[in-house]
């Protein structure tokens, strides 16, 4: 159980909790000291999961025993987490091991055929380091040549800021959604794999380098973003709006990232365009 981890998950999902997002019974009458933030109280999170606010306070400052599968149960009705998020309010709590097999598994031979017969849409499978394990050669086209590089700066964030302001960036309204979306998946993974050294070593470089990761990191938001909006600015083929897919291989950590654009679009023909021979 990591009583620390716990005690801020609960923190934050409970200040992101608004009072109109709960039963009206659940919150204090009119009358009442005013709120002085615009989350729930700990008291109010307390009678939402049935438990004494004694209790709920110590697990927010990380000073009670194991909460049982029943109270964690409560709380995530009580929090409204959605399912990611009960997974890993579960694994903080200790209520499901760690994982302690950081050794790399090879990525299944179905699977490379499968990114192999996406054919023109751009296509890689990360870790839960987030490190670009297989590809396709439409990816190689349309980022980089990750052949080329070397095994440690094959991982998405790594890349991302070294390619940031030159081949990619996010369109106006989306600035910062692919840091804080690698932010929560670090965060869902350090959960899983605790003992893996080099996926921390991996966060507090992140961290110390980017402010957006480090306050996404902070916030311990773990609910996946299946799809964000990216721009690419490709030397041959131009500026491309594109969309950054995600998608979870059953049994595995592996997920495979797709780039695709709106039918119809300059984009999506732009894409069809990808010499992917010389890949």
């Known amino acids: ?117 996406l054919g023109s849409i751009p296509a890689y499978l990360v870790d839960e380091r987030q490190d670009i394990v297989a590809w396709n050669s439409a990816a190689a086209a349309l980022i980089t040549d990750f052949g080329r590089l070397a095994p440690e700066e094959r991982n998405a964030m790594r890349l991302s800021v070294r390619l940031g302001g030159t081949l990619c960036s996010a369109p106006v309204g989306a600035e910062g959604e692919f840091v804080r979306q690698s932010a929560a998946q670090l965060r869902a993974a350090s959960a899983r794999y605790p003992a893996d050294r080099v996926l921390g070593e991996l966060v507090n470089e992140l961290a110390a380098h980017s402010p957006d990761f480090a306050a996404g990191w902070r916030d311990h938001d773990v609910r996946p973003v299946p799809t964000l909006r990216k721009r690419l600015h490709h030397p041959r083929l131009g500026e491309l709006e594109l969309e950054r897919q995600l998608l979870l291989l059953p049994g595995s950590d592996l997920q495979l990232v797709l780039y695709t654009a709106e039918p119809g679009s300059p984009s999506a023909a732009a894409l069809a365009r990808l010499d992917t021979h010389g890949h």
């Open 1 to 117: 159980m990591s009583r620390a981890e716990l005690a801020d998950f609960l923190r934050r999902r409970r200040d992101a909790l608004r009072p109109d997002q709960v039963p009206a019974a659940a919150t204090h009458p009119p009358g009442r000291r005013a709120r002085r933030t615009p989350g729930l109280r700990r008291e109010e999170v307390a009678a939402l999961a049935g438990v004494s606010v004694n209790y709920y306070e110590r697990l927010e400052q990380a000073r009670a025993p194991r909460p049982s599968p029943e109270v964690l149960a409560a709380l995530g009705t009580a929090l409204r987490l959605t399912p990611a998020e009960r997974e890993h309010l579960a694994r903080l709590a200790g209520q499901i091991p760690p994982d302690t097999n950081t050794d790399r598994r090879p990525v299944p031979a179905e699977t490379r055929r499968l990114l192999d017969r």
